[in-house]
């Protein structure tokens, strides 16, 4: 299994160039959330899935569309780039059971955003 | 908003040495997780207790949970240089989810 997947690794945008994220998991899992995270402010939740065809927003999801079309895909959206999206981005994914918490989080994305 | 909140936010111990590092809540909870990030990598899951638990060991982690002062702990037993990291207690969200939050971390630097 390859667990959570991200692409890119790195990307650089200008301020108002418009990109997607994308995240792969090979678990079946369930749920699916994208955290950022920026130094001093540990992770926050951005948007989250409990299933193909359902997301939720989280803490911070101003600037960003998600959606779940299928249970293995987890796409993030920046709409138009602004230098505050700035960071690194992180895709996780769990069974969504009392029997199983733990999240499986990807390698992350290190966005720039000039 | 942060559920969790990790103390203290930097650690530094010569190897061999034992680090402890504490994590505080503000509600109540049914599970609390520990998670290690190294340098520049995704989180990785160390151990989970839940809320029926008062101590749980793992390796050389020993994870302790009192809830009625809402708050656990991580040791680390006689560190290794491989154990610098930062380490996050994650803690269910408010309202009741199986997306946690997570804290600002405990940086440990771990010296050969």
């Known amino acids: 299994n390859a667990g959570v997947t991200q692409t890119p690794k790195f990307q650089v945008l200008k301020t108002g160039q418009s990109m997607t994220l994308q995240c792969a998991q090979d678990?079946?899992?369930?749920?699916m959330s994208w955290y950022r995270q920026d130094p001093g402010m540990g992770l926050r939740l951005i948007h989250y899935?409990?299933?193909?065809?359902?997301?939720d927003q989280g803490e911070v999801p101003n600037g960003y569309n998600v959606s779940r079309s299928t249970t293995e895909d987890f796409p993030l959206r920046l709409l138009s780039a602004a230098p505050s999206q700035t960071s690194v981005y992180f895709c996780?994914?769990?069974?969504?059971?009392?029997?199983?918490?733990?999240?499986?989080f990807g390698p992350g994305t290190r966005l720039t955003v000039t | 908003s942060q559920q969790g909140e990790e103390d203290p936010q930097a650690l530094s111990i010569q190897e061999g040495e034992n680090a402890t590092m504490n994590c505080s809540y503000k509600?109540?909870?049914?599970?609390l997780q520990w998670y290690r990030q190294n340098s520049g990598r995704g989180l990785v899951h160390l151990i989970l207790?839940?809320?029926?638990?008062r101590e749980k060991h793992s390796g050389r982690l020993r994870v302790t949970l009192d809830t009625s002062k809402k708050s656990s702990s991580l040791l680390i037993t006689a560190s290794r240089a491989a154990d610098t990291a930062s380490y996050f207690c994650?803690?269910?969200?408010?309202?009741?989810?199986?997306?946690?939050?997570f804290g600002r971390g405990t940086s440990l630097i771990v010296h050969p």
């Open positions: 207790i839940r809320s029926n638990e």
């Open positions: 509600t109540s909870i049914n599970n």
């Open positions: 678990m079946n899992h369930e749920y």
């Open positions: 899935s409990v299933g193909a065809g359902i997301t």
């Open positions: 994650a803690t269910p969200r408010e309202g009741g989810s199986y997306i946690p939050t």
């Open positions: 996780a994914s769990s069974f969504g059971q009392e029997s199983s918490y733990e999240q499986y």
